[in-house]
């Protein structure tokens, strides 16, 4: 009975001292910090939340942290939601989040705090944590976010000015045996307005995309074999940028959509005029 009293009075000490520790340790820390709200996880009620995609399209090489491991990644970033992070590992250039075809829950509501922070890390501290310091917030907006709707926050804009360009995406499911497709023209070449041609079809499917526009959605029949996907320069039959690079085959699914995200400025080292496709639904 006595080592059963001093267990609970052990705990009860215990108890006190880490409430008074709580509260020495919030006293002393009078401003909020990006790196200690990092640290608290705050999980969102779905039905009370907005859905949003970052797609990181910023052709500049600078910013850059220093400790990178080479100077052509341009800024690598972490998105803040009202001071939470939202972003699991850095987004780099031509970086997705989420990486998949799903989108990521955000708060929704008239004023949202949105911060674009370079991603330091604490290398010292294992697991690595956040580690912002001064001049590392790159960009401070707000946005209005409706509950159960879509986004897409395009970073881009001219070098070295980073903006954010924040989309409503209208998701309306394609028709069986049919695909949605449109074009995002990020190209940080202001002059250049784009078109999207189809080999298959041997035709333009979308026609002069001007920059820091995107099309409306297309209905394409679903091709029996794979497409390839240009970009051209409007006026002209010079294919600008192959669709997936490397890898130019297309193959869509029925009912999927999905954007041609222009991307890239003439004259930067790594950084040239490219486009990809990013499966929406």
Known sequence: MLSSRKNINMKRSLHILIF?????????????????????????????????KLIHNFAGNTPQLPTAPNLTTGPQIFLYANGQKLTGNAVGYTGLFPATTVYALAPAGNSVRFDIVMARMNLAVVPNVPAPVAGDTLLTFTQSLQAGKYYSFIMGDSVPNIRVTVNE???????????????ANWVMNPGDTLSLY?????????????HKNISDWVEVSVPVISDTLELRKKGTTTIYATVNGSTPSFLPTSTRMYTVMA?????????GPSATTITNR
Do not use: H, M
């Not at 640290?39 to 949003?52: C, F, G, P, Q, T």
């Not at 189809?198 to 001007?210: C, Y």
């Not at 991307?263 to 950084?271: D, L, P, Y």
């Open 20 to 52: 008074g520790i709580c509260l020495f340790a919030a006293g002393a820390c009078s401003t909020n910090n990006l790196l200690d709200e990092n640290r608290k996880w705050e999980y969102l009620d779905s039905s009370n939340a907005a859905y949003i």
């Open 263 to 271: 991307r890239g400025k003439t004259g930067v080292t790594s950084k």
């Open 198 to 210: 189809s080999r298959l079809q041997k035709t333009e499917i979308i026609q002069n995309v001007a």
């Open 169 to 183: 995406d209208q998701l309306n499911a394609p028709a069986a045996g049919k695909y949605k497709i449109r074009v």
